[in-house]
């Protein structure tokens, strides 16, 4: 019977793999002062969040092998998975400092804490190259190592195309809905959101087990892009509709000319009066406007037309699931998983 992680569990293993990284940088007689830099930076950025893309690796690899991890296999499965947590750091420390947000986690941002500024650019770098420390000290002598070091940078690139696309569409200084489609929507989703996300902690874990054949990798692709397509939609959904009691946060997508699926929707039904206050509305740091627009949205029944897609969309994943050919060794429970977690959420 396969083991669920918990969060105590896996960040148990991150002091151990902080060790090896601030060794690492102490083999290069990097100044004490600077290493404990190092060592702030890792814990700050790393630690806090929910881990739901590094936890499943160990849940994933516990799932494919039927039976709860040995402590070394746990140990390297989450290693693995502490990778795409510093993979995530590396991109939210970037993210903020180009977003110019304020707080991250409920604290200031990395860029934004004391004495740190624009040095934070260069801890995102060694956040990222910290993958590739622990990459080689643990899975240098796996026969997945090239594998490994291939996936990493090939989901590090898809996501940075995915953000270049973000960028280039809804720069929050220039507001021009023409900018927007469902089509760039897509992409922005898929590449910046799908394949870090989802795609990436069941390809490791599959890497991990010996059994990332061409046939499971496209399985699972086939499967966890269009996951993570609707849990970023499910995202930009709540970020309107849900209550901040639940999800955490007050949404902020409308203030912030973001390209969401909401506002994509409404703009293939609007008419031209009601195109007109949006192009009046939306975007601006203005909470009158920003209720303008919510307005609008109840106009438009866009929390029908999401909970109509939302039926239609986990039926076909459903259907792709119940269609997983395991000759392999991949199991239809990973994605199961997967689904489980998202499905009907409100956070």
Same mark, same amino acid.
């Given at each position: 019977?396969?083991?669920? /992680? #918990?969060?105590?569990?896996?960040?148990?293993?991150?002091? %151990?793999?902080?060790?090896?990284?601030? *060794?690492?940088?102490?083999? =290069?007689?990097?100044?004490?002062?600077?290493?404990?830099?190092?060592?702030?930076?890792?814990?700050?950025?790393?630690? !806090? !969040?929910?881990?739901?893309?590094?936890?499943?690796?160990? &849940?994933?690899?516990?799932?494919?092998?039927?039976?709860?991890? $040995?402590?070394?296999?746990?140990?390297?499965?989450?290693?693995? !998975?502490?990778? #795409?947590?510093?993979?995530?750091?590396?991109?939210?420390?970037?993210? *903020?400092?180009?977003?110019?947000?304020? /707080?991250?986690?409920?604290?200031?941002?990395?860029?934004?804490?004391? @004495?740190?500024?624009?040095?934070?650019?260069?801890?995102?770098?060694?956040?990222?190259?910290?993958?590739?420390?622990?990459?080689?000290?643990?899975?240098?002598? @796996?026969?997945? =190592?090239?594998?490994?070091?291939?996936?990493? @940078?090939?989901?590090?690139?898809? #996501?940075?195309?995915?953000?270049?696309?973000?960028?280039?569409?809804?720069?929050?200084?220039?507001? &021009?809905?023409?900018?927007?489609?469902?089509?760039?929507?897509?992409?922005?989703?898929? +590449?910046? #959101?799908? =394949?870090?996300?989802?795609?990436?902690?069941?390809?490791?874990?599959?890497?991990?087990?010996?059994?990332?054949?061409?046939?499971?990798? %496209?399985?699972?692709?086939?499967?966890?892009?269009?996951?993570?397509?609707?849990?970023?939609?499910?995202?930009?959904?709540?970020?309107?509709?849900?209550?901040?009691?639940?999800?955490?946060?007050?949404? $902020? &997508?409308?203030? *912030?000319?973001?390209?969401?699926?909401?506002?994509?929707?409404?703009?293939?039904?609007? /008419?031209?009066?009601?195109?007109?206050?949006?192009?009046?509305?939306?975007?601006?740091?203005?909470?009158?406007?920003?209720?303008?627009?919510?307005?609008?949205?109840?106009?438009?029944?866009?929390?029908?037309?999401?909970?109509? +897609?939302?039926?239609?969309?986990?039926?076909?994943?459903?259907?792709?699931?119940?269609?997983?050919?395991?000759?392999?060794?991949?199991?239809?429970?990973?994605?199961?998983?997967?689904?489980?977690?998202? =499905?009907?959420?409100?956070?």
């Amino acid at each position: 019977m396969a083991q669920k /992680t #918990t969060l105590k569990e896996f960040e148990a293993v991150f002091p %151990k793999l902080v060790e090896d990284l601030l *060794d690492h940088a102490k083999s =290069y007689k990097l100044p004490e002062k600077f290493v404990e830099w190092y060592k702030a930076s890792l814990y700050a950025n790393t630690i !806090g !969040g929910k881990c739901n893309r590094g936890m499943s690796v160990p &849940d994933s690899v516990s799932l494919i092998l039927e039976a709860p991890l $040995t402590e070394e296999q746990y140990f390297q499965a989450a290693t693995l !998975g502490w990778m #795409t947590e510093l993979l995530q750091a590396f991109f939210l420390v970037s993210d *903020d400092i180009m977003d110019s947000s304020i /707080t991250r986690r409920g604290a200031p941002c990395w860029y934004r804490q004391p @004495h740190v500024g624009m040095v934070a650019i260069n801890d995102a770098f060694m956040l990222e190259a910290a993958i590739y420390t622990l990459l080689k000290k643990y899975f240098r002598s @796996h026969p997945a =190592y090239v594998d490994l070091l291939e996936l990493f @940078h090939e989901v590090t690139y898809q #996501t940075e195309i995915g953000q270049l696309c973000d960028l280039l569409t809804a720069p929050e200084d220039k507001i &021009d809905l023409d900018n927007f489609s469902m089509d760039k929507y897509q992409f922005i989703v898929i +590449y910046k #959101t799908a =394949y870090y996300s989802f795609y990436l902690p069941v390809a490791l874990a599959l890497f991990q087990q010996n059994i990332a054949t061409p046939k499971n990798l %496209k399985q699972a692709e086939n499967i966890l892009i269009p996951l993570g397509e609707y849990f970023q939609i499910q995202d930009d959904y709540l970020d309107n509709f849900g209550l901040p009691e639940h999800i955490g946060k007050i949404g $902020t &997508d409308i203030m *912030d000319n973001k390209c969401s699926w909401l506002v994509n929707q409404a703009l293939a039904i609007v /008419t031209p009066e009601q195109r007109k206050v949006l192009e009046e509305n939306y975007g601006r740091k203005d909470k009158e406007k920003e209720a303008v627009v919510k307005k609008l949205y109840d106009e438009l029944k866009l929390e029908q037309l999401y909970k109509d +897609y939302e039926e239609k969309r986990v039926g076909d994943i459903r259907k792709m699931i119940a269609e997983v050919d395991e000759s392999e060794g991949l199991k239809k429970t990973v994605f199961e998983s997967f689904l489980g977690k998202i =499905y009907k959420r409100s956070k």
